[in-house]
């Protein structure tokens, strides 16, 4: 057997397989370097990308910040020099948190985390509807990790600014729209329906003409947008029953069986609805009746929670049992910072010549009935005094000198009597005084039966009758009352209108966001 034969690898080949393998090794690393590079690059720009989105969302949230302390008058561990308010805080898994506490930011993803100085400028002018209004701008800054090879970590800002308003700022929801309103309760009868059994005057006027002053009503400042309303859809008789009053202004109401019809509507020989162009031969003009499957007027609950949660027992001098209020007494002061809510588990009982001195902010909550009579009544002395009576349970009589503004210019938007539980109550107006307020009242029927009875502000009810002849004079600056009370500035806001739901929100801005 032979030995097998061995070929040697010629010299010269020798390291060529080598070599080769070397190339194909530089190229991937070569390949891998410049896709990792591209993956960087296309990590930073993306991340980059969601921080610029961040930016603009974390500016609008320092914005609606800005907002809330507008709202709630809430000022604590802003800066404030003059009347600019500003804040730096910073985003957290809970929320804004004062930066100067070093919270623990939020990760945004990557390293990624943000802050956001906020300024409010002219905020106290939105305390006394003055102009300009105030004016916000929040600045983000989002920072993003550290590019390789660098210290220094790269930011973004973004911006977000609600321009100063030129007109007295707005509700969410506009409240007292009408000067009378019915509503309408189901299965109800007799609700839905304003009747004048004899006649009247309806015109209005605004007791805050322009930013920042007041006025009260005379006839050269009054107009003719005052609504006569009658919400129920539900009968082919007339709803609004005019008699010979004269509405300066407009009747609005629906009839379901002839719905372009106006048969929800009558009036006797001497009634009128009239507007500034209408002429004095037309009693009735017919572009000022106002026909709607469902005329506005909203029903905006209470928020008995929040007032119950702090109210307090009745003064000692202003109770014989310590639940009803029956005595000669003062309540509410002028140094309030807040309103002063008690609970009048036994009603509010004003006989016998007794006379409720209010000098602050004051709400009272009734779980029995209201009475004032003979020359009893509640008396508003001073321009930080407001009152807001909730009647929970039984029925209102509002008789004797009722409730009385003693002051230079008795704003409407200081007084109501309300209530959205009470379904069972009735209401009766009988005051011999000019009433400026409102009766909120919309699941109780409201009768006025006083000889003369003048009032300035809204009334509603599920059905409002008139038995004589009453002027009414409605205030327009109640489709949008300031609420929340400020003692520094006693005539721009009160009680009177804490408490409803939706509440008054900060609006009429002009937003931007870069």
């Known amino acids: 057997m032979k030995p097998g034969i061995k070929n040697s690898i010629p010299k010269d080949e020798r390291g060529a397989a080598m070599l080769a393998a070397l190339c194909l090794a530089m190229v991937f690393a070569l390949s891998l370097s410049s896709y990792i590079a591209l993956c960087y690059t296309s990590l930073n720009m993306s991340t980059r990308n969601i921080g610029i989105s961040h930016s603009t969302e974390l500016a609008e ?24 308010a500003q804040i730096t805080m910073t985003m957290t898994s809970s929320g804004l948190v004062l930066s100067s506490t070093n919270p623990t930011p939020l990760n945004y993803g990557n390293g990624v985390n943000g802050r956001v100085q906020i300024t409010v400028s002219n905020y106290t002018n939105f305390l006394n509807n003055a102009s300009p209004g105030p004016s916000i701008s929040s600045l983000s800054t989002i920072t993003l990790p550290a590019y390789m090879g660098t210290t220094a970590k790269p930011t973004i800002n973004g911006t977000a600014s609600y321009s100063a308003s030129t007109s007295p700022m707005t509700s969410a929801v506009p409240l007292f729209v009408n000067a009378v309103a019915a509503t309408s309760l189901p299965a109800v009868s007799g609700t839905g329906t304003v009747q004048f059994n004899s006649a009247g005057t309806v015109d209005c006027y605004n007791s805050n003409p322009s930013l920042g002053t007041y006025q009260a009503y005379s ?4 107009g003719y947008s005052a609504v006569v309303l009658s919400q129920n859809t539900s009968t082919s008789s007339a ?10 202004g407009y009747a609005a109401g ?7 019809s106006t048969n929800w509507f009558s009036y006797s ?6 507007g500034p162009s209408t002429p004095s031969t037309t009693n009735i003009d017919t572009s000022r009746l106002v026909t709607d499957p469902l005329p506005y007027q909203p029903v905006l609950p209470e928020n008995l929670a929040a007032v119950a949660g702090v109210a307090i027992p009745l003064p000692g001098a202003s109770t014989s049992d310590g639940i009803t209020l029956n005595k000669t007494s003062t309540l ?12 009048a588990g036994g009603g509010i009982n004003l006989t016998s010549n007794y006379v409720v001195t209010i000098q602050g902010p004051v709400v009272i909550i009734c779980y029995n009935n209201i009475v004032i009579n003979t020359t009893s009544q509640f008396q508003l002395t001073t321009p930080q005094a ?4 909730f009647l929970e349970y039984g029925n209102l009589t509002l008789s004797g000198h009722g409730i009385v503004n003693t002051n230079a210019i008795p704003l409407p938007k200081k007084v109501m009597i309300l209530s959205t539980n009470n379904r069972s109550g009735t209401a009766t107006f009988n005051t011999s005084q000019p009433f400026y307020g409102v009766l909120y009242l919309p699941y109780m029927p409201i009768s006025v039966t006083s000889a003369t009875p003048i009032i300035y502000g809204s009334i509603i009810g599920s059905s409002v009758t008139f038995t004589t002849n009453p002027t009414i004079h409605y205030d327009l600056a109640l489709r949008s009352p300031m609420p929340s009370y400020t003692k520094t500035i ?13 509440s008054v929100a900060f609006s009429g801005l002009v937003t931007s966001v870069q």
Request: avoid cysteine; glycine fraction near 8%.
């Open 61 to 84: 949230t320092g914005v609606e910040q800005a907002i809330y302390a507008l709202n709630n008058n809430d000022w604590t561990s802003w800066t404030i020099s003059g009347s600019t």
């Open 219 to 222: 006839a050269a400042v009054s």
């Open 239 to 248: 709803t609004v029953a005019l008699g010979n009053a004269v509405v300066h």
């Open 254 to 260: 629906y009839n379901n069986s002839s719905p372009s």
């Open 269 to 274: 020989s001497s009634g009128k609805i009239v």
């Open 332 to 343: 509410g002061s002028t140094t309030a910072n807040v309103p002063v809510v008690y609970q």
């Open 386 to 389: 407001s009152l807001e009576i």
């Open 490 to 502: 006693p005539l721009q806001s009160g009680a009177a209108f804490d408490y409803l739901s939706p």
